[in-house]
């Protein structure tokens, strides 16, 4: 097996079966379009390939790529798509539709991004608020905030306090 | 909403079997075609400031002969030694030979030329030695020290002297040389007398 810049090839394509699910929803919360997902995918394993951070664990792995994913996503709306269209109205300007949607994940889709990434990691993921905090570099009371900001635009019906 | 509910449209996000193989092809062909872009660029990036820094050094130096003057492309400096003699430092300092030092006078072994110059034979004829004047006991030509030194009379002083070695006669003179030249004209103006002399006697023969 041939090695990539600073991995082999065979630890990245590890990584990337691991993870690849988590990174393209993260990057799919963002762009709302299959096309645009994929190139932020594939773009956060190549940052992946550059990078010489050695890992712990596989939950430090993917806290990274989680991390990764969401700068990189970030950073495409702020260089130039920001200047035309904004990052919660990317989904209209799609010609491509994302998925086979539900009511509950147009809602989700539908919230701005800084909620919508607090509650796929909080909810789906499993993380706690301290934890979110240090993936995305906030205070964890920011965390919460975003949480129940989002909470309550989904109308959720969820137990009261965050972690 | 309930939390499974959110759970269960996460779950429908999520890339098919064929998108993932394809982003997984793209990473390594781009994993590839980075290696051989760093490659190539790796001999471009280290050589652009190897090349800035010879240039600074050479520009330095160039910049620095230049304030001090020394700047000359081919041509070594004036007064300077060149060639063999560069390896003329001191400790190849050529040893002071064939001279010595009799009452405070300096002489000098004279060489053909210098004989020849002034007028001296090439050989000293042993009638034309005088009475002895020293033994050599000063001289930095080792060689020289415990020669006898004989006083030559054509000379008619001791500017040219007479020095055995090796039983051998040399002619030595004094320095300095205008003692030599002075010898040199004194031996002529002898030399011009005695043929005025003879040439005299011989008129005088035929006269008779």
Known sequence: ?163 | MKKEDLKVSFDKIKPSESAKKRMLDNILNYSERKKGISMKLFNYKKAVPVLALVIVVAGSLFAYNMLKGNFNSSLPPENSVTDDAGFGREDFAAPLLNQFQIDGRHYIILSDELKTEFGLPDSVNENDIGSKIADIALSPDKSLIGSEVYSYIPAGGESVVAVKKDNEYRFSGSLPLKAIITTRMKMQSNTLSFMELKKRMISRKFSL
């Open chain 1, 1 to 163: 097996m041939q090695s990539s810049l600073f991995r082999t090839d065979e630890e990245l394509v590890r990584i990337y079966n691991r993870h690849v699910n988590t990174v393209y929803r993260i990057c799919f919360m963002f762009m709302k379009n299959r096309h645009n997902a994929e190139d932020m995918v594939q773009n956060t394993f190549v940052r992946l390939m550059k990078d010489k951070t050695v890992f712990q664990n596989e939950e430090h792995e993917k806290a990274w790529l989680i991390r990764t994913a969401t700068n990189l996503c970030k950073d495409y709306f702020r260089h130039w798509w920001s200047k035309t269209v904004s990052i919660n109205e990317a989904a209209e300007i799609s010609v491509e539709n994302p998925l086979n949607t539900d009511s509950v994940l147009e809602k989700v889709m539908a919230l701005p991004s800084k909620y919508k990434t607090a509650v796929y990691l909080y909810y789906y993921e499993g993380y706690s608020t301290v934890e979110i905090g240090e993936i995305l570099k906030k205070d964890p009371s920011t965390i919460r905030g975003y949480l129940h900001k989002g909470r309550k635009l989904l109308k959720m019906e969820m137990e009261g306090d965050f972690e």
